[in-house]
């Protein structure tokens, strides 16, 4: 539906731009100088009928200042009302062909086994016309330039052949790969297909949406996740969810008996130190070769750490002395724990990460805050969301600054220029009912704001700067220094600055419509901008048009020569 929209609406207006531009100069190219003053007296012809239409439509906007006023507040509240339904996100979705399918088992698996899973991965899309190259990694996590071994964990990176060459987005496919994954059917294997994300962002994280649950005990911190993944997988426009952590890691604790410990004049970091020591190793010097140093770890060989009663015949010094077996003063019990213990502003959390699908990032946000609204949580726990959120949340502060900052230094220009206050309020007082024909143009295509469409935005607000100030310049002319009454100067103004008004803002939305239809690659990136630019430099020409004129009528009433 989108694309028709746009294919409809770049022929009609390339055709006017051809009408208004293109077709007067090929007609005097042809013609050549025999008939050159028959064609411009067609073309001159042509123009007056234009302008006087556009003038007779004016004095009648003029003398129902109400009508036209209220009919333009009604379009600046419509789009202030679309506002909260066009939905945003970050970037745009890439077309580019770049594609993850991330496999994790349970912990203690095999690299071996990894690697058997991703062949079977290899397998369901071997020849594939679609696909260009393939990648697998097993026991690998990319971190940024790092990869870090995971034995369980590994991923197979997909590049589809060029946009040109094939007729399915690189999202469409997602949606076919996801059920020839599923039908593998591997045993604690959860497998994830999913867009790659821009490379290069920071903060941006792998997911379009990260749930952060931050607290002390990171049992707690689990199961508190859990739930959260629960409610989450009941989201339909949710998908890939997944904990990041993970409580299966097998391991021995060792309870202290504090009591005991107590009367052997033995502290609890004492006997801590002593096993780090045993088990982990202690490094005791180093070795140097060329210029390189690698330490040397004194640790309990391993041979002899093979059961628990081995850890429980530890020997802990008592006062350098006398020694005491572990299990003397300490029970030790099998348990699980996390593989990885992951920290933000030194406070434990546990990421629960999902993709979105078949919305935008801000409206499958919204539903999953309310949803997560009834999950308990205890004392000392929160809740905080990553991913595109707390960038999406800077993008609309910084657009907001933007366009201010924007409007200020043109109030100080257009102040300076006018030398009065009055002229610059009144352009300035016209560029929200611009910018709603931004909205229209985002909401009707589909489009979700983002940081792009910010170019947009200015490029309209530049636009609505530029048409106010040649509009009340010109009138301003003809209604002080000759003497014209503010009706006449205004209709006259107007009805000179109609056809370049009309003819540069139609070839600007000519040249912004490739980007607009995404003809090329790499261009989704730039669609948001040109959408909306579009969208607001029609209601732009419309505001020019009839708005301002309306706006300087009304300003200048109590001026002297009338």
Known sequence: ???????????????????????????????GSSQNRSSSGILDRIHEKLSDSYGSLLNRVLKRPLITFFTFVGVLFAGIALVP?????????????????????????????????LRSIEKVIAGDTLIESAFALAGGQPRG???????????????????KNRKITTEKYIETLRPKIAR????????????????????????DIEVKIRGADYRNL??????????????????????????QKPEYRVIVDRERASLTGIPVAHIAKTLRSLIDGTVSTRFRENNEYYGIRLIAPAVSMKHKD??????????????IRLYDIAEIKKST????????????????????????????????QRSLDSLEMPSGYSVHYGGQAPLMKQMHSAMILIILFALFFAFVVLTVQFNNLRLPALVLGSIPFCLTGAVFGLFFTGTPTSVTAVVGLLLVVAASVNDGVLLFTFADELHLKKGMNRLDAVLEAGKIRFRPRVMTTITTMAGLFPLAMGLEIGADLLRPMATGAIGGLIVEMAVALFLMPLFYAFATRKSKKE
């Open 310 to 323: 081995d850890i429980g015949n530890l020997l802990v010094d008592i006062n350098g002395e006398n020694h």
């Open 337 to 368: 724990g996390p593989v990885e213990i992951a920290r933000e502003n030194q406070i434990s959390q546990t990421i629960v990460s999902a993709n979105v699908k078949g919305t935008n990032v801000s409206e499958a946000l919204l539903r999953l």
């Open 85 to 117: 339904r066009i939905g945003s996100e970050f970037l745009p979705k890439m077309d580019d062909g770049r594609i993850m399918i991330k496999v994790k088992l349970p912990s203690g698996t095999s690299v071996a086994r990894t690697d058997s899973t």
């Open 145 to 163: 330039l790092m990869t870090y071994e995971v034995a369980h964990e590994g991923q197979v990176d997909i590049q589809l052949i060029n946009r």
């Open 222 to 247: 689990f199961s508190i996740a859990q739930n959260a993944a629960d409610i989450m997988r009941n989201q339909t426009d949710l998908v890939n969810v997944m904990v990041t952590s993970d409580m």
């Open 1 to 31: 539906m989108r694309e028709l929209i746009l294919v409809v609406a770049c022929i009609t207006i390339i055709s006017l731009a051809m009408a208004l531009t293109v077709t007067p100069m090929l007609t005097a190219w042809i013609c």
């Open 184 to 207: 593998l059917a591997i045993p604690g294997a959860r497998i994830m297909a999913m867009q790659k994300s821009v490379r290069g962002i920071h903060g941006m994280g792998k997911s």
